[in-house]
């Protein structure tokens, strides 16, 4: 499926090789201040060709819309946009059309579909990445505006590969890099000042809904809140958040093992997730594998990828988690 949401919703198109990529956005109250301006910097921050550390395919990443805006203000119907292809060297991928690399999503979709766009991955290639990162945007700025206290996002790589230290990670990037190689990372967001009340019981857990949206990004193996798996390792008497009220009216917790969620519903405290991505799949080194003929083969993913993915997923991560928190706000509201 090529869409999110329930009341916030929007529809990705586009390949990874093709003249463009785009975005249908719906749900959008009327009357909200918005322009390009209020998106292009989350996506100059996610864009590839941004230093020496990431894939050198150099895209602009400049969002052009093309409705659902007048006079600087949403009018309540669809806002559609795209994004233009301008750096993809499609002739990197001659080699290896027929023959199915590993750890990519070429040999399921293939048996799925009985066709796929070999030129970059087509759809399942991270470049589909960047409408997320434009409708969270888009997201942000919605939901900021129909709070009367912000919600601020944030995320960070907290480990790559088996190093914690962050002073490290470059060191270890560069290495990785130099022998044509690359590596996992894990990557921690959290969410401050969320309202209480989001998300519903049992089907549409606001937990639930972020840890499908966060699996559905590229690269995305695992994914925890608060605790996490480390919930394991404790007693209930450990991992309680007990409560108490210092003034009589407003509930407080005194931990927040929970990550801001129970019940499938927002505490108010912050709301804490960690991701965990695997490894770039696309290296230049010898592989084995299997062709359309089913013929054992070899073969080496030539082009520019990105030696560790932590370093641009951060925005896509804080994208989803501004589209899920708007969208759950929105459906909250509709049972007022």
């Known amino acids: 499926m090529n869409r999110f949401g329930h009341i916030f919703t929007f529809t990705s198109f586009g390949e990874s090789h093709g003249p463009a990529i785009g975005g249908i956005v719906d749900g959008i109250p009327a009357n909200i ?36 805006i007048f006079e600087g203000k949403t009018t309540g119907t669809p ?16 080699d290896i059309k027929d023959k199915f690399r590993p750890a990519h999503a070429d040999l399921t979709y293939e048996l799925k579909y009985g066709i796929r766009d070999y030129r970059g991955g087509g759809r399942s290639s991270a470049r589909e990445t960047a409408v997320r990162v434009a409708c969270g945007a888009i997201a942000k700025k919605t939901l900021n505006s129909l709070l009367p206290k912000s919600v601020s996002i944030s995320s960070k790589v907290i480990q790559i590969g088996t190093e914690t230290d962050p002073t490290k990670f470059k060191e270890l990037i560069e290495k990785t890099k130099q022998r044509n190689d690359s590596i996992g990372c894990l990557v921690e967001l959290q969410a401050s000042n969320v309202p209480p009340c989001l998300g519903s019981p049992i089907y549409d857990k ?102 560790c993915i932590g370093l641009r997923i951060c925005p896509v991560v804080e994208a989803m988690m501004w589209c899920i928190l708007l969208d759950h706000y929105l459906m909250n509201k509709s049972f007022q």
């Open 206 to 307: 606001l937990d639930a809904d972020i840890a499908k949206e966060m699996m559905g990004i590229n690269a995305v193996k695992g994914v925890e809140i608060g605790e996490g798996f480390n919930v394991v390792n404790l007693y209930g008497s450990e991992n309680a958040d007990e409560m108490f009220s210092d003034d009589g009216e407003n509930i407080r917790f005194k931990s927040n093992h929970a990550g801001g969620i129970l019940g499938g519903i927002s505490t108010g405290q912050d709301i804490i997730v960690r991701i965990a991505v695997k490894p770039t799949p696309s290296i230049n080194q010898i592989l084995s594998t299997v062709d359309k003929d089913k013929k054992n083969v070899s073969i080496t993913t030539k082009g520019r990828h990105d030696p």
């Open 33 to 68: 201040s918005l322009s390009k301006e209020d998106i292009q910097p989350a996506l100059d921050l996610r864009r590839p060709g941004i230093n020496s550390l990431t894939t050198q395919r150099n895209e602009p990443d400049q969002i052009e819309i093309f409705s659902g």
């Open 79 to 94: 806002l559609g946009f795209i994004i233009k292809n301008t750096n993809h060297l499609s002739t990197d991928y001659d």
